[in-house]
Every structure is written in structure tokens, then in C-alpha cells.
């Protein structure tokens, strides 16, 4: 057996993976850009810890409960863990699934393309060809590899994050402690202030929103953690090493700080800008923000960076809904597919990149319109066919009287 084998046989796959995984997946579409951070936090200032504290709570429990059901009646692909939650309505989560990966994949394509070519001068097209080809190959070589590469990246991926947001701090410390102790709506006001004077910040963005009450942005951030649903179908393949409730109950606790802490460190980042129109209003914040510290490899590395998170935010997405695919093919008892294991390598690698080809197409829409539109219809729509019946249904299931885990129906 591998080393990687052997790590994911203990502590590792049970509590630490699918937290991977689900931060793996969420990078892209959840705060890579910047972009959703400004969206679903920043946008309120200083009181956007709201959001933040909101949204570690939410994703916090929406794991726990996805995994113990999971656990608890062996449902480890999307379909038959649907069907636990909403029956014969499961057709629709599916629809869902599908739509709601191809637009978090649009955004990153749209991004990335963006990025590659702005930063390292890198054509669009080869970017997005590039991407699929790596797509295509992880989808091919099925869950083991995808496994030690989401493992690794996941750990590349944090500690770029980390460096971003830990040389936007250092240099900016003293702007943020100021809009801090003016706090949301004063810090607007000194902006103003200072577009006026004609000193920095230079205008205030159009997306800022200091006045917000509590309550729009406790509900933005249930918002931000509903767009994000379509993570925890991602992971369902990694749950199989969960034996007792303990175990479910750390990983979730786990995900909910690994998928909140970049969310929180760049809304800190964004906060020592607020409310810069430079920054607040550009489709991708995070390049103001680094060539603010006049270090062009930064620009660099940013740009290599996104090209990773399309991966692994296309590769995790991509990888569940083959799991699904092959869940069915395993069943089918007649006709000419009778008796298939599922998709074949060759098959699973074409159709990885096939879907990454859609996505790409979709990503002319352009990332702005993207998130301010899709996202919002398609966020109530994960927590109606999703959060709502995992929270009722679900947590009824998994909170009676434990019994013996059922067979996957």
C-alpha cells in the first residue's frame, strides 16, 4: 500500500479529507477571486464579521449532518444520499447539481482566463485547453489519485492564501486599524470624504453597503453558505472511513474552519481598502489588492494560482457527479448495459473534460454577471431541495434512536 494509502486508512481519511476535499472544491467558486467575498461580507464593512461568524456556523453544521447521514445509511454518491432526503423529488437535485456546477466552473473558467492571460500572458484559450487536459487526465484516473492531488493542492493552495493575505495585512495594517475604529458606515463617509479631497481611497465602490441592517446580513451569509451546497455532494465519496459519531462530528467542525478561514482572512484583507472603488468594484479584487504591494511576482504567482483552483474546483465537482453516473451503470440488472462496473477510465476522462468544455462556453457570460445573478437563484434553490430537507428530514433520521447503518438503496 501507498504512503498515501496508509495515511488515508487513519485519522487523516476520517477526519481531516473530506474537509480537504470540501475546501478543495469551494476555492474556486467561494472565494478564490475575491470577487464573492465583496458580494457576501465585505460589502457591510466592519460588520461583516456577521456574515463570517453566519457562514462558519452554517457550513459547520451542513457538514455534520451531510456526513452522518452519509454514514449512517452508506449513501456515499449524491443520488442515493437525495433519496434519503427527498425521495422521488430526487430528479431535481440532479438538474440542480449539474447546473449549479456548470456556473461554478464558468466563474473560475472566467477568471482564470482572465487572470492567466492579464498576469502571465498566457492566451485564453491555451489556459482553458491546459485545464481540461489536466481535468480530463485526474477524472481518468479515478478517486485514489484525485484524492492525493486535492490533499496535496489543498495544502499548496492555504499556504498561498496565507502568504496573500499575511503581506496585504503587514503592509496595510494601519489602514485597516483606522476603518476599524471608524467602522462601517464612518469608514464610507471618510471615503467619501477622501474621493472629495482627491486623496485615497480614490471613490467609494458602487458595491459597498454600510447601512445594511443585522438581519440582510445574517441573511446574506445563509445566502453565501446556500450557493455553496453544491460542495458536500463532492465529498460524500471520502465518507466511507467515518465508523462512529465522534468521527463525523470533528470532521464537520473541521470543514466549517477550513472552508471559513480564507473567507474571513480576505474579507480582513479587503477591509484595509474599504470601500476603494479600485478594489470593491474590479472583477477579480485580489489584483489590486497584490499590485498594491508593488511586487510583480506576486501577479505571478496569483495568476498560477487560479489556474490551480479551476482544477481542483472542476475536478471535485466533476468527480461526483461521475461517482453518481457509476452508481447507476452498477445497478442496471438488463438490457445491453447489464452487468457493467460503471464507467470506464477512458470514458470517465472524456466526459470529465467534455463538462469543463460546457463550463468554459458558459464563462463568455462574464464573472460579475455570473455571481450577482446565477448564484442568487441557484443558492435558494440548493437550500429548498437541499439545506431545507437535510436540516428536517435528515437530522430527524440521524438524531432518533441510532440502527445499524442501512444498505445503499
Wanted: with cysteine; net charge positive; aromatic share 12%.
Amino acid at each position: 500500500m501507498s504512503f498515501f494509502g496508509r495515511l488515508t486508512g487513519g485519522r487523516f481519511g476520517r477526519l481531516l479529507l473530506p474537509a480537504v476535499v470540501l475546501q478543495s472544491v469551494l476555492i474556486g467558486g467561494g472565494y478564490a477571486t475575491g470577487r464573492e467575498i465583496v458580494a457576501y461580507g465585505a460589502r457591510f464593512g466592519t460588520r461583516g464579521w456577521v456574515a463570517v461568524l453566519g457562514i462558519f456556523l452554517g457550513f459547520t453544521v451542513t457538514a455534520f449532518f451531510t456526513f452522518e447521514v452519509a454514514r449512517r445509511f452508506g449513501t456515499y454518491e449524491y443520488k442515493s444520499f437525495m433519496r434519503r432526503l427527498i425521495g422521488r423529488g430526487w430528479p431535481a437535485f440532479d438538474v440542480l447539481y449539474v447546473v449549479m456546477a456548470l456556473v461554478i466552473i464558468a466563474v473560475m473558467a472566467s477568471a482564470a482566463a482572465h487572470i492567466l492571460e492579464e498576469t502571465l500572458g498566457v492566451p485564453s484559450l491555451v489556459g482553458t485547453t491546459a485545464v481540461v487536459l489536466i481535468v480530463g487526465v485526474l477524472s481518468y484516473h479515478g478517486a485514489s489519485v484525485i484524492e492525493a492531488f486535492k490533499s496535496a493542492g489543498t495544502a499548496l493552495l492555504y499556504l498561498a492564501y496565507l502568504t496573500f493575505s499575511g503581506l496585504v495585512l503587514a503592509a496595510r495594517h494601519a489602514e485597516l486599524a483606522a476603518v476599524f475604529a471608524g467602522g462601517g458606515a464612518a469608514g464610507a463617509a471618510h471615503g467619501a470624504a477622501g474621493a472629495a479631497a482627491g486623496s485615497a481611497p480614490a471613490a467609494v465602490a458602487a458595491a459597498v453597503d454600510p447601512g445594511a441592517s443585522l438581519v440582510a446580513i445574517v441573511g446574506t451569509g445563509i445566502l453565501y453558505v446556500g450557493y455553496n451546497l453544491a460542495v458536500y455532494p463532492t465529498a460524500l465519496y471520502t465518507l466511507h472511513r467515518q465508523r462512529a459519531r465522534r468521527d463525523t462530528a470533528w470532521a464537520a467542525l473541521i470543514a466549517g474552519l477550513l472552508m471559513t478561514v480564507p473567507f474571513a482572512l480576505t474579507w480582513l484583507c479587503l477591509m484595509a481598502f474599504y470601500p476603494s472603488a479600485a478594489v470593491f468594484d474590479a472583477p477579480v479584487p485580489w489584483l489590486p489588492m497584490l499590485r498594491s504591494l508593488g511586487r510583480p511576482w506576486l501577479i505571478g504567482v496569483f495568476g498560477v494560482v487560479m489556474g490551480w483552483t479551476l482544477v481542483e474546483t472542476s475536478v471535485g465537482l466533476i468527480h461526483a457527479l461521475l461517482d453518481r453516473i457509476d452508481a447507476d451503470l452498477a445497478r442496471i440488472d438488463s438490457g445491453p448495459l447489464a452487468g457493467a462496473d460503471g464507467l470506464s477510465s477512458l470514458q470517465s476522462g472524456v466526459l470529465g473534460a467534455s463538462i469543463l468544455v460546457g463550463a468554459a462556453l458558459l464563462s463568455r457570460v462574464g464573472i460579475i454577471a455570473l455571481v450577482s445573478k446565477a448564484y442568487s437563484f441557484l443558492g435558494y434553490a440548493f437550500i429548498a431541495l437541499f439545506a431545507v430537507p437535510l436540516l428536517t428530514v435528515g437530522a430527524w433520521k440521524v438524531l432518533r434512536r441510532a440502527r445499524p447503518a442501512e444498505p445503499t438503496a
